[in-house]
């Protein structure tokens, strides 16, 4: 067990290696996307600012609130973007050029391989400006935010990452059928915008279908209720409960569509 | 004409050959804006931007078919694609047919089942919603609206396709890509209408292209503009469409100096 975890970790590094060297190659394209990026964010908190210019609250969520949301969604962005989309968008291609065969022949989970090859850095500078916006929102809440509550933060993001990519490959893992489905990128950008709104805007069936079928009450709208105190192990909890069935769930799913697969020209 | 139609025939069969993309494309571009929607629906009667909630909500839910059809108009990547691997020489350059129409034939197909899939899905969404799209259709603001998306969708294509042009220079166009999509959503009215900005910024991106793409139609179709704003819109539209063709014929003929065709 810990020799495998080792093993994983070696590869992982070597890859995270690997994948900087080649960013960072081309250094004109990396230093536009990291100007693309800052002004993405840029966008989200100005959008937000228009949005509360005219109204007051949204399903009792208050401008300050709002902006502590988009924070956290921001912050939980970089981290998907950084470690997660970047293998999930391009995951149709080893299905389509037949070259999952690969993945499979080699002494090493194939899951793995097709979830940790890739890793982009030009969204990593965007942490400046969403750390001093975090700090401001911060300070202008009228509470102190105890450390135990900024270590269930930091949990409960890193379960809304697991939760969000659990989520992301079983979509991904549909191309075992479809087999090419390029626009996977614009449909999982979509489903992570849902939760820089606050939850509570959906009722009924859409709330089931929005906030927990595509998880995104999960992905900012828990670790930012952390800080704004309102709630700590009942969201913790129920971030573990979400990482336990989504794991499950896309575990199965995989195997399920492994048993589907039918190389194709290799 | 009879090999553009034959480049749009093939872009048919590609479409339907690849359904599942067609599927999660629709999906994506109805999951978009369902927030939006809900976040005006969770609010009640109320009214902003000069725009009340009911009209808000028609705003987003024709918008969404405004946007099936930019984002099938966008055809940069496989610009990028054809110019980075060097197969736009086979394609393209040693063929006797013009770049500008041959792409445009090509995308027309995936363009016209999502604007059948489109006006579906939209019609559906509207039903599912429940909430009475407000829209005071006579034939004539049919035709403006119809004809305002038509340039609009022109329009896209055409600096889309300026944009895949770079690539002649510089395969690495997807951060500009980001940034054209990121003006797309802000400056074209997607995200929020053009009058949630501050008067004096809103006067100046009146004339931004980006307004004519989404803004633009829907502002005839929900009565927002005055008939001299209808008519200054057109003008402006067909400058901006004029000027990117321009820009297109520069780039294009520059582009094709510099290039060296890899692996040809």
Redesign the interface.
């Given at each position: 067990m810990v020799n495998s975890l080792l093993k994983y970790t070696r590869i992982t590094w070597i890859l995270i290696r690997n994948c900087f060297s080649k960013e960072t190659a081309?250094r004109?394209?990396f230093f536009?996307?990291v100007?693309?990026n800052l002004?993405?964010l840029w966008?989200a908190f100005?959008?937000i600012d228009?949005?509360f210019?005219?109204?007051e609250v949204?399903?009792g969520w208050n401008a300050l609130d709002a902006k502590m949301l988009v924070t956290v969604y921001s912050l939980f962005l970089t981290l998907v973007w950084v470690f997660i989309m970047p293998n999930l968008i391009v995951f149709w291609r080893l299905i389509n050029a037949g070259t999952m065969d690969f993945h499979l022949l080699k002494p090493i989970s194939a899951r793995f391989l097709s979830s940790a090859t890739y890793f982009e850095f030009d969204m990593i500078p965007r942490l400046i400006p969403i750390v001093l916006v975090m700090g401001t929102v911060i300070s202008s809440l009228s509470r102190v935010i105890s450390w135990d509550e900024w270590v269930i933060f930091w949990l409960t993001m890193m379960l809304g990452v697991i939760i969000f990519y659990n989520f992301g490959f079983m979509?991904a893992t549909?191309?075992f059928?479809?087999?090419?489905?390029?626009?996977?990128e614009?449909?999982l950008?979509?489903?992570q915008?849902?939760s820089?709104?606050p939850p509570?805007?959906?009722?009924g069936i859409?709330r089931v279908v929005?906030v927990y079928l595509?998880p995104s009450i999960f992905l900012a709208a828990f670790p930012t209720m952390v800080l704004l105190g309102r709630g700590k192990f009942d969201i913790l909890t129920l971030s573990l409960l979400g990482v336990v069935v989504s794991t499950v769930a896309s575990q199965k799913f995989w195997h399920f569509a492994l048993r589907h697969y039918s190389s194709a020209s290799s | 004409m009879h090999k553009y139609w034959l480049y749009f025939r093939l872009s048919l069969i590609r479409t339907f050959t690849?359904?599942?993309?067609l599927?999660?494309?629709t999906?994506?571009?109805v999951?978009?804006v369902?927030?939006l929607i809900?976040?005006w629906?969770?609010?009640g009667n109320?009214s902003?931007?000069g725009y009340s909630q009911h009209e808000l909500i028609t705003y987003y839910i024709v918008g969404l078919f405004i946007q099936r059809i930019i984002?099938s108009s966008l055809i940069n990547y496989y610009v990028q694609e054809i110019v980075s691997d060097g197969s736009i020489v086979g394609l393209f350059l040693t063929k006797p047919v013009s770049f500008f129409w041959a792409t445009f034939g090509l995308q027309a197909g995936w363009l016209a089942v999502s604007l059948v899939l489109g006006a579906t899905v939209t019609t559906a969404f509207a039903l599912i919603i429940g909430t009475g799209i407000v829209v005071h259709l006579t034939l004539g603001t049919a035709l403006f609206f119809l004809s305002a998306v038509m340039l609009g969708m022109l329009l896209v294509f055409v600096t889309s396709l300026l944009l895949g042009l770079l690539s002649f220079w510089?395969v690495?166009i997807?951060?500009?890509v980001?940034?054209y999509w990121?003006a797309l959503?802000?400056f074209g009215g997607i995200?929020?209408p053009l009058t949630?900005?501050?008067d004096k910024i809103e006067k100046v991106l009146s004339f931004n292209p980006f307004r004519f793409v989404f803004s633009f139609p829907l502002e005839i179709l929900l009565g927002k503009i005055s008939s001299p704003e209808l008519l200054s819109g057109y003008i402006t539209t067909l400058v901006w469409i004029g000027l990117s063709v321009a820009g297109y014929k520069l780039i294009w003929r520059l582009g094709n100096k510099a290039y060296t065709g890899y692996g040809q």
């Open positions: 081309y004109a394209p536009f996307w100007i693309a002004l993405w966008f100005y959008s228009l949005l210019n005219q109204v949204i399903a979509i549909t191309c059928w479809f087999t090419k489905i390029d626009s996977l614009d449909f950008n979509a489903t915008a849902i820089k709104y509570d805007i959906f009722k859409p929005f595509v | 690849y359904r599942g993309q599927l999660i494309f999906l994506a571009t999951v978009s369902i927030p809900a976040v629906l969770s609010l109320i902003a931007g984002y510089t690495h997807s951060s500009f980001s940034l990121m959503f802000l995200t929020l949630f900005f501050p």
